[in-house]
């Protein structure tokens, strides 16, 4: 045991779970992309299933990921190898790095223009100019595909770094301190961004729900947003489970990061929209929604320049401790199963997703050749991997843990062998076993029937 520890070092024992847990979660999915498809998906109707997800599922999925990964100290394929040998259910397993290595391609593109943004904001590069000026230097540097590249491997390379030199232990310490300070920052801005003119009406989008609105898409989108920002369904957190003590508290772990990162998406909505809506940016802009609306936001601010240049460098910390998740799982699964060396297993997992990413960054090109039936591969691989790899990961997660795991062992690892009580172990095994997979797979379902 203890030299099972020291082999699959890196994180160590002593990382603390919930910092490292919270950290994967938040990230861009909360200030960027959660925005979007509320945006995109009738604003409040989709609010409203949003959260029924993450509470009614995003807690089992999360707990049993958790469950699996600290019973057989694997990562996400070795953990089903060790449960079920001999079954079909390392597909999961596969299914999770495969998926893992496609987020990490286009989140990485992102994650590369929080870097564009901390520099455009020393320069104070928006101060005085109108929203036309911001949409069109906003476009114009998607143009520069190879300049998004650039920014996309630095930021690969910066993960890479990290995981390579094992100090993620390091960088959770400083998450643990400046995730609340993006949260303090967030409040700011939300109050800045509530007493516009006109910023009535963003919160009427946000919380007035027409429940006609609710369609088939919105449904599978808010399923793929909640497995999206809480890191779900591809084994981050069965990779992370792993490296759990056997005294953390599960069930406690998955409520805490459940409440902080609803909480920041949250707060990304009420920064959001009525700004967007004073400014006169449209719910469905997509990327310019959160990357114009803000710009504008500062220039509102007395002090604009420091909280520009604070967030945006809060924005690339959230964004790198997910990116660390990300290719923690890749090269968990590289260095325990193809017994590559951990370092080997880095710089193979960063180049792979450096050549897919390039991909992602340049499809985003108003000239791009890198569509694929008129979707950019940037959408595509976004949508494959968040609707739909990660929706079938969560189910067959939840029904491994139900069916094959089973009661007993999903209460000794919840209760720590009975050492500590875990209230809710029964409504939750019993979501775990009959109402998530029902649920997860009707959605699923009618969101592709259209
Ligand atoms: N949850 C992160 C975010 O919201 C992104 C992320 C990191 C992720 N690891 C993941 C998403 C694993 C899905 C699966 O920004």
């Known amino acids: 045991m203890a030299e099972e520890k020291k082999k699959r070092d890196g994180f160590g024992s002593k990382l603390g779970i919930i910092a490292a847990a919270a950290g994967s979660a938040i990230g861009l999915g909360n200030i960027y992309r959660f925005p979007c ?202 990779t992370y489970g792993s490296y759990v003590k056997k005294s953390d508290n599960l069930t406690s772990t998955a409520f805490s990061v459940v409440l902080a990162d609803t909480a920041i998406a949250l707060l990304a909505g009420l920064v959001i929209f009525p700004a967007a809506f004073s400014f006169g940016v449209k719910p469905e802009a997509g990327m310019g929604l959160v990357f114009n609306t803000l710009p504008m936001l500062f220039n509102q601010m007395a002090g604009g320049y420091w909280f520009c240049l604070i967030f945006f460098v809060l924005l690339a910390i959230a964004a790198l401790t997910s990116t660390i998740s990300l290719l923690e799982v890749l090269v968990a699964y590289l260095s325990e199963e193809l017994h590559m060396k951990r370092q080997w297993a880095t710089v193979v997992a960063c180049a792979g997703t450096m050549l897919l990413g390039a991909f992602a960054s340049l499809s985003l090109m108003s000239n791009t050749p890198f569509t694929i039936g008129g979707r950019s591969m940037f959408d595509l691989m976004d949508f494959v991997s968040s609707n739909i790899l990660l929706p079938v990961g969560g189910v067959l997660i939840v029904i491994f843990v139900g069916w094959k795991l089973g009661k007993q062992k999903f209460f000794d690892e919840v209760t720590n062998e009975n050492i500590i009580k875990a209230k809710l172990k029964k409504i939750i095994f019993f979501i775990v076993k009959y109402l998530a997979p029902v649920a997860i797979a009707i959605v699923f379902i009618s969101g592709l029937i259209k």
Not at 133 to 160: C, K, P, S, Y
């Open 37 to 238: 498809e509320v945006g995109n998906n009738g604003g409040a109707a989709f609010l409203l299933v949003y959260l029924v997800v993450v509470l009614f599922l995003g807690i089992p999925v999360m707990l049993s990921e958790l469950v699996i990964g600290r019973r057989t100290q694997s990562n996400s394929v070795g953990a089903f190898k060790k449960l079920a040998p001999k079954s079909a259910w390392p597909i999961v397993g596969y299914m999770g790095v495969l998926c893992g290595f496609l987020i990490f391609a286009f989140y990485s593109t992102v994650s590369g223009w929080t870097l564009e943004y901390i520099v455009k904001s020393v320069s104070n590069s928006f101060q005085g100019k109108d929203l036309a000026t911001i949409e069109q230097e906003f476009t114009a540097f998607h143009d520069m595909g190879w300049r998004n590249v650039m920014w996309q491997g630095i930021f690969i390379f910066l993960t890479g770094f990290v995981v390579f030199k094992g100090v993620q232990n390091g960088i959770e310490k400083y998450a643990k301190i400046l995730m609340p300070l993006l949260l303090v920052i967030l409040i700011v801005l939300g109050v800045r961004s509530m007493t516009l003119p006109g910023a009535k009406e963003g919160l009427a989008f946000l919380f007035k729900p027409d429940f006609s609105k609710i369609t088939g898409k919105v449904l599978i989108s808010a399923l793929g947003q909640g497995f999206f920002s809480l890191s779900l369904g591809m084994g981050v957190l069965i």
